[in-house]
């Protein structure tokens, strides 16, 4: 019998066949991350019953699941049931040089039911986080410890792609560098391995501050960084040169974020410098990576937002700053410098 093929083009539009395939490539790799195959890969080759015994799993659908992958270089399928790891899943390994693995896990994992309520999102303005879960997400990580953690290294995973900023910034005339609501304090880490003149503070909620002792003490930095649980919200440490709010402020209403600002110019005063790293929306220089991470602050936060240099201008003017500069360091993020005046 002969068997003519139909262009798949005829059915689907290749956007909407890159959507559909898109999906599933998220889910499927997340599946196969929380099952550990990129590890189990990693000392060699398997065979599809040798990883379906690890990991517990239903062996032929395991099968169907690698053969797909397969298809996005996840794996490479050297037989027809055999596969080897590839440089993408080697990536995502748990050991900790991978930080994406966590990132991969709290987005197409932990928050995939909230991607599926977005709709609530845009019918009512409110997050589909708290409609799916019952708690703001702050609410969810303080009883949940797990995700929590899970969360925190996602957002720390975030920082290595910020570190150029540390490089290529002047420090010279800064003693002191607070990084408020900084997590397990990476970024803050490189800035003082990077300029060993200057002190730290590290402030964030105390869960997070406790966690993130064991990192200072492993790089020996705790004789020049002090380690501050608080709420930002009520009051920030003083005695800093320059106040960091890293992927802090897009995560909440324009309200809350000239109250951070604020308790920022008290906490510094007159000459403290402020420096917000954020992704900054363009009209002229539309980003896909920017209306995404806009996307996620809908679902996720009541809000919580991206917003241009001109909104930023006009929160730190509430707050008592004066705008100095908007400096795109890489092509997801720019530092946006405020003046205390
Ligand atoms: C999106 S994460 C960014 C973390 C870090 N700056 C980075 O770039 O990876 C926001 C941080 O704000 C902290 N945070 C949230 N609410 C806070 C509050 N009321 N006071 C202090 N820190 C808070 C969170 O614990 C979290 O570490």
């Not at 169907?64 to 037989?79: A, C, D, K, N």
């Not at 570190?163 to 800064?174: G, K, M, N, P, W």
Request: aromatic share 10%; glycine share 6%.
């Amino acid at each position: 019998m002969e068997v003519t093929q139909s262009p798949s083009s005829s059915l689907f539009s290749p956007t909407i066949l890159d959507m559909f395939r898109s999906i599933f490539a998220a889910k499927t790799v997340q599946i196969a991350v929380s099952y550990n195959i990129p590890d189990l890969l990693q000392d060699g080759p398997k065979s599809v019953a040798e990883l379906a015994k690890a990991t517990g799993t239903h062996e032929d659908s395991l099968y169907r699941l690698l053969r797909m992958l397969s298809t996005i270089g996840f794996v490479e399928r050297l037989e027809e049931k055999r596969f080897a790891e590839t440089p993408l899943s080697h990536s995502l390994c748990s050991n900790e040089s991978n930080p994406l693995r966590s990132f991969v896990l709290w987005l197409f994992d932990h928050c995939w039911s909230s991607v599926g309520a977005l709709a609530h999102s845009v019918k009512t303005g409110q997050p589909s986080f708290e409609y799916v879960h019952g708690m703001d997400i702050w609410q969810w990580n303080a009883t949940h410890p797990e995700d929590q953690a899970l969360f925190n290294q996602a957002m720390a995973s975030f920082s290595r792609f910020d570190e150029q900023i540390v490089l290529t910034h002047d420090f010279s005339s800064a003693r002191v560098v607070a990084d408020i609501g900084g997590g397990y304090g990476v970024f803050l880490r490189a800035i003082l391995k990077a300029h060993p003149m200057l002190k730290g503070i590290l402030y964030d909620i105390s869960p997070v501050i406790d966690e993130a002792k064991e990192y200072f003490a492993g790089e020996q930095l705790e004789a020049r960084c002090q380690l501050l649980a608080g709420d930002f919200l009520v009051a920030i440490p003083t005695g800093a040169d320059i106040y960091i709010l890293k992927h802090v402020l897009h995560n909440w209403n324009d309200q809350d974020c000239i109250r951070i600002l604020s308790n920022c110019r008290a906490a510094g005063g007159v000459g403290s410098r402020i420096f917000i790293v954020e992704q900054v929306l363009s009209f002229e220089k539309p980003l896909e990576d920017v209306f995404v991470s806009d996307m996620v602050m809908l679902m996720v936060l009541k809000g919580a937002r991206e917003r241009s240099a001109d909104e930023y201008k006009t929160l730190l003017e509430a707050a008592g700053f004066m705008l100095k500069q908007v400096v795109p360091f890489n092509e997801m993020y720019s530092l946006i410098e405020g003046i205390a005046i």
